[in-house]
């Protein structure tokens, strides 16, 4: 099949179209932070009126335009918004130049891992990369006819939509998990008991990590952001154990089934009670500790904020009935993401192989 070889730069166009965005009336705002990696929706904005915007804010967009993330390019953020806005000159508003190209076809290409690889090796820069248009101006692929990137097209927003389809599933089976706990969790009557967080468990902090806890192999290492490495020995002698986080990812409730070598001063350890500890960590889920943290510039979550939550405590019955059906909803999760996991690696296998080159 014939195939065209072209330039970016001779087929897309960046787009400077300088706005006020107060004075245009624009009420949407779409910032770095807005933009996922490897997610081609905007799913996120801001609000044009919620404050100072700052002077790099004045780039136009339309929607269908591809708005490309030129900082920091490794985060391979490319996007397609469908509604109209204003973004940073740090954000490339892009557009076909010719109508041999199809806009929708113009997301994908730049969606590859080629075209990415290639934005990295240009990038300029230690502390915060960046490339100027013209740096991948002279970037080269393979531009067949408009029927083909129309089957192009179909098939990549076919793959788009059931991968939607599945995040949506994923959450709605992630509140209705929620819900259905939350209600079995809340109650009173024979065997019922109204406590104190304080009353069921004791917070011990966490410790700093060393060199020395990274050696690779053993017993899981948690830091800060979650888990990190393997060290040989645990310094947890018991398991399960369930980690709260206290600074910076503040309120997080996490598990462990093995002893933990290192769990960092950026978490407190739930040391064990007689109550049911797998039951006690869902009891903690349902809490929303993180609205519990001192909103400064880094969040920290104290003992005393999670001692005083008031809980009720069903009959160890119950706890038992409330454990089977957390399981339940954790299957089904399961299975979700097996499927989205499936339907992305299809997705890039598509984007990367012959439907895209």
Not at 18 to 40: C, F, L, Q, T
Not at 276 to 286: A, G, N, V
Not at 295 to 320: H, N
């Amino acid at each position: 099949m014939n195939r065209e070889v072209v330039r970016f730069g001779d087929v897309v166009r960046k787009v400077m179209n300088k706005v006020d965005p107060v004075a245009s009336g624009i009420e949407r705002y779409v910032a770095g932070e807005h933009m996922d990696s490897d997610d081609w929706r905007v799913r996120r904005s801001g609000s044009v009126g919620d404050g100072y915007l700052g002077p790099a804010f004045h780039v136009h967009f339309q929607p269908g335009q591809v708005l490309y993330g030129s900082r920091r390019t490794y985060l391979r953020k490319v996007a397609v918004a469908d509604f109209e806005g204003v973004c940073a000159n740090t954000t490339f508003v892009l557009e076909p130049a010719t109508e041999r190209l199809d806009p929708r076809y113009l997301l994908y290409v730049m969606s590859t891992e080629r075209f990415h690889r290639n934005s990295i090796s240009l990038s300029k820069g230690s502390t915060n990369p960046y490339i100027n248009f013209s740096d991948i101006a002279p970037y080269e692929f393979e531009l067949p006819s408009l029927d083909e990137q129309h089957r192009a097209v179909e098939l990549l927003s076919a793959s788009d939509t059931h991968i939607d389809s599945l995040l949506l599933l994923l959450d709605k089976s992630h509140t209705a998990a929620r819900s259905v706990l939350r209600e079995m969790t809340t109650g009173g009557g024979a065997g019922w008991s109204s406590m104190s967080i304080g009353d069921l468990l004791s917070l011990e902090y966490g410790r700093a990590l060393k060199e020395e806890h990274r050696d690779g192999e053993g017993f899981p290492v948690f830091g800060s952001s979650g888990e990190v490495g393997l060290h040989s020995s645990p310094s947890v002698d018991f398991a399960p154990v369930i980690i709260v986080g206290r600074k910076g990812n503040a309120g997080s409730v996490l598990w462990s089934d093995v002893p933990c070598s290192v769990i960092d001063t950026a978490y407190f350890v739930a040391q064990r009670t007689d109550i049911d500890t797998r039951f006690l960590f869902l009891l903690l889920q349902l809490q929303d500790l993180a609205s519990r943290s001192t909103q400064t510039a880094v969040p920290g979550l104290s003992r005393e904020a999670v001692y005083e939550l008031s809980v009720d405590v069903p009959p160890r019955a119950l706890m038992t009935d409330v454990v089977m059906s957390a399981d339940s909803f954790d299957l089904a999760e399961r299975r979700i993401r097996d499927s989205l996991d499936a339907a992305r690696l299809l997705r890039t296998s598509m984007l990367n192989g012959e439907v895209v080159r």
